[in-house]
Each structure stands twice: as structure tokens, then as C-alpha cells.
């Protein structure tokens, strides 16, 4: 079996290589073209280019990549031609994934997939009917979303959400990481500034600003920032003046053994965090670490978004749990003073979120069969 697959971003390569070991598991004969990030290649993926070329979110953070996001979109489309898969599987990054699966689909009759639902429930709804012209199957990250793809004409599988399956940090593991880096019992903050370029040039000075207010109150606190692989050196340049220095964890880092134990174990050792809006909110709730949730876009992009949101939050955890546990500062609310003042008061009454963490992870799917094996079941399903 030849299945063409292709994600635009790290949380996507991680989809994508889950995905891929439970068809390597199920289907042990199936090969894979496409592009990917390290998780995919770990997996047996020769990746046509670099992932990171695709990165990019915003409607005015796209304008200037446009011309050399058209001629991937168009040389990968081209690839899958030439391929004849059994099926493509897209993954997140619409702007691109989407646009490929629309040309393979107006020049064949390949079956495809797309992994993780587009968020019609929350603005542009009518994003669900234009995809069924040319997506034949969605694998939906959340309980909530099967209907809306499937009101379109298209087959949709709620697969879990593969946060349920990382390890997380056992207390011992935390404190083990408090030890290591010297941090004794100081409260700690994560920051979690985005994985992408973009967002971490727009939210570090924003982010860099609330950590001096709090440090001004509370001289103590300690922070520690995972990068993500592809924003290391943006978070280095951003905090090489910063007063305390803040913990940068490096995933590239050669002289630690296991960089993802180290991220599980700095979630888990947190008292709190301030974290971009996105995926990174149900790895803090995994963890059972409280947060506030701060995100801003180009000023363009902000206003029209703004008018087609539906939704009064974007925080996955209240979300899913369909509460307003997690305090969020979106938008021209992404202001310091306001998010400093919000992390301040998750210090004093931390437990005030682990009832809404607690359902958000039973709901997708905690204690039952990986999600990239339940993915893979429903693609071999669907063929």
C-alpha cells in the first residue's frame, strides 16, 4: 500500500508519525511519500523539503510567502499525481494541505484524507462544504466535531486526541528536573511563546514584559521556556536581555538524553504557565498544570478573524470541557499588565482548574487505544 502523507508544522509531524506507526502496525507492506518533520521521518518518511517552509499562520503573515507556498502546493500536488497513492493524508496546515488535496482531487479519483477537523465550529462554517468537493474522510481530534463534517457530505472519525497518549512526568521526574537545574522549591513559570516564527515575534516581546512585572512582585519565580525545535534561536535572540536569565530547554540539544522527558518534566514541575493559544493548552491540562492563555496576530489579520470568530474562547481546555476555567487574553486584550495580573491570581488558587482539566482529558479519549492507531483503523477502513 503507497500512501502519499504531508504536514506543515510540529504538531502535525506528530500526528503524522503516530499515524504512520499504526499503519506500519496494521499494514505492515505500506510505504510513505510526502513531507514531514522528525516524528514522521523517525517512521520511515524522506521528506521532499523542509517542513518549516510551511509554517506560517495569519493572513498577513501569508501575504509574503505567497508566490513560494503556490510552487510547493503545486510541486507537491504534482508528486501525488505522479505517485497514484492508494491515499493522501493531509494533516492541519489547510492553507497548504487543503489546497494540494484539491488539485490531486480535480485531476484523479485518489482517495483522500484529512487529519484534524477545520474549526468550523468556531468560525467560517462554511469551510465544511467547500472541503467536501475534494476531501473524501476527516479524522477529528474532537468528540464535538463528527457532525459538522459529516452534515457536509463527508465521512468523519472521532480518532482521540494524541495528547491522551504522551508520558507525562511523574512528581518524582519533576522534582528530579527542579534538582538538576537548581531551582529548589521557587514557584516556576513556563512560557510557551508558539512554535512558529510568527508567533513567537509577535508574543515574545508581549510575554517578555508580563515576566518583568511578576518579577518585580514576586522576585523569586523562576522561568523556564521549551522552545520548540524550530523557534530555538528566536527564543534565544528574544531573551539575551532579559534580567534573571530564563531556562531554555533545547530539543536539539546534544547533551540531553531524552529532550522530551525533560519538556514532560518541566510541565509537570510548573506552578504555572503562559502559553501561547493552541495544542500546548492540553499538554499543560495532561500535566495537570494551570495556565492563562495569551495570543495576538497582525493587526490585519486580528480584524478580520475577529468578525467571523463564533465562539467566546479559543482555549482548547475550555473547549472540550465546556467551561471558562482557563483564564485567556486574546486579541487587544493581549496586554501585560492584564495577562501579568492573570497568572498572578492562578499562583494563589492553582487547583481552581483541575476539575476542567480532569474532563477535557477523559473526553478525548484518556485510557482507551492510542489515537494514531484509532486514525489508522479508520484510513484502512475508509480504502
Request: aromatic share 6%.
Amino acid at each position: 500500500m503507497k500512501v502519499f502523507i504531508l504536514a506543515g508544522e510540529p504538531s502535525g509531524d506528530r500526528l503524522g508519525g503516530a499515524l504512520m506507526a499504526g499503519l506500519k502496525e496494521l499494514h505492515p507492506d505500506v510505504t510513505f511519500d510526502g513531507i514531514g518533520g522528525p516524528e514522521m521521518m523517525a517512521q520511515g518518511l524522506e521528506s521532499r523539503f523542509d517542513m518549516s517552509e510551511l509554517s506560517v499562520m495569519g493572513l498577513a503573515e501569508i501575504l509574503p510567502k505567497y508566490r513560494a507556498l503556490m510552487a510547493r502546493i503545486n510541486e507537491t500536488a504534482q508528486a501525488v499525481l505522479d505517485l497514484q497513492p492508494d491515499v493522501l493524508i493531509t494533516i492541519d496546515s489547510p492553507d497548504f494541505s487543503l489546497r494540494v488535496a484539491r488539485r490531486v482531487k480535480a485531476k484523479s479519483d485518489i482517495r483522500t484524507v484529512h487529519y484534524v477537523a477545520p474549526t468550523v465550529w468556531a468560525w467560517r462554517p462554511g469551510r465544511a462544504e467547500k472541503m467536501a468537493r475534494y476531501v473524501d474522510h476527516v479524522l477529528a481530534l474532537f468528540p464535538f466535531e463528527p457532525p459538522y463534517m459529516e452534515a457536509a457530505g463527508m465521512r468523519c472519525d472521532f480518532v482521540g486526541h494524541p495528547v491522551v497518549a504522551e508520558p507525562v512526568a511523574s512528581e518524582a521526574e519533576a522534582q528530579a528536573f527542579r534538582d538538576r537545574h537548581g531551582l529548589g522549591d521557587a514557584p516556576l513559570l513556563l512560557v510557551l511563546p508558539g512554535s512558529r516564527q510568527s508567533e513567537v515575534a509577535r508574543l515574545g516581546p508581549v510575554f517578555q514584559q508580563v515576566v518583568a512585572r511578576l518579577q518585580l512582585v514576586r522576585p523569586e519565580l523562576r522561568v523556564v521556556i521549551p522552545a520548540a525545535a524550530p523557534v530555538v534561536g528566536a527564543v534565544r535572540r528574544l531573551t539575551q536581555n532579559w534580567g534573571p536569565q530564563p531556562l531554555i530547554l533545547n530539543p536539539l540539544a546534544q547533551d540531553v538524553a531524552d529532550p522530551v522527558a525533560e519538556k514532560s518534566a518541566a510541565f509537570r514541575a510548573a506552578n504555572v504557565a503562559l502559553a501561547a493559544s493552541g495544542t500546548v493548552s492540553l499538554e499543560l491540562a495532561a500535566s495537570k498544570t494551570p495556565m492563562v492563555i495569551a495570543y495576538d496576530m497582525n493587526w490585519l489579520s486580528r480584524q478580520i478573524i475577529g468578525r467571523m470568530v463564533k465562539v467566546d474562547t479559543v482555549t482548547l481546555v475550555n473547549l472540550v470541557s465546556e467551561t471558562r476555567a482557563v483564564p485567556e487574553f486574546i486579541g487587544a486584550n493581549c496586554r501585560p499588565g492584564p495577562i501579568a495580573d492573570g497568572v498572578l491570581k492562578v499562583l494563589v488558587a492553582p487547583d481552581a482548574q483541575q476539575a476542567a482539566m480532569e474532563l477535557t482529558m477523559d473526553r478525548l479519549g484518556r485510557g482507551g487505544e492510542a489515537p494514531g492507531l484509532r486514525a489508522a483503523r479508520a484510513v484502512l477502513d475508509g480504502l
